[in-house]
């Protein structure tokens, strides 16, 4: 889903769409305050279906054995695996982000990881560039939290509406739709062989 694809979905849930103007709506306030929010929202649902990543790392015989590995990765969030193929390595990581080698080790090995998302740019010279970068920016969060995602952002635009009380509305929308999330891509499954015919 493009960044402008979201904008629609989540104009027309609060009844802001106006497929006439340049920025999709009308209300300036809402259009400054948008990718911000949308920001905000990515950062909030990530957690619920981390994104994966993976990057190989060559270390040499004389390199420094303890890695910063928010210094080695881009986007870091969180370590998944570490995985030296058939070789058996003794390993530390003695917080999240630091890998301790053996000092005899050189070699190759992959880094599972989940990536914080690509955040959408706030700043732009115009509108025109604004309107071209909405369209080529896509997604990397899970098409189920992009489904939850306008609510979250639709609370956040109207949570200063003392009048309707929509913000409210849509805040419990989006608490409901998170809570329903589940974070396993997969459902296991079993095999049962063998038993009884009754």
Known sequence: MTLREMKIKTFSLIEEFYPEEKGLAE??????????VINQIQMDLMPYRK???????????????????????????QINK??????????????????????????????YYYKYPELAKLEFKDEDEKQKYDSKYEFELDPDLLEVMPYGVAATLLKMDMISNYGQYFKAEYDARKNQLDSRRSKGFATITGGYDI
């Open 27 to 36: 209300d300036e306030d809402v259009l400054n305050k948008i990718n911000g």
């Open 51 to 77: 994104i994966n990543a993976s990057t190989e790392v060559e270390i040499a015989k004389d390199d420094d054995k303890e890695i910063d590995l928010t210094s080695l990765i881009e986007g870091l969030y």
């Open 82 to 111: 570490i995985y030296f193929g058939k070789e058996s390595v003794e390993y530390e990581m003695p917080n999240d982000t630091t890998l301790i080698l053996p000092d005899d080790y050189e070699g190759a090995f992959k880094i």
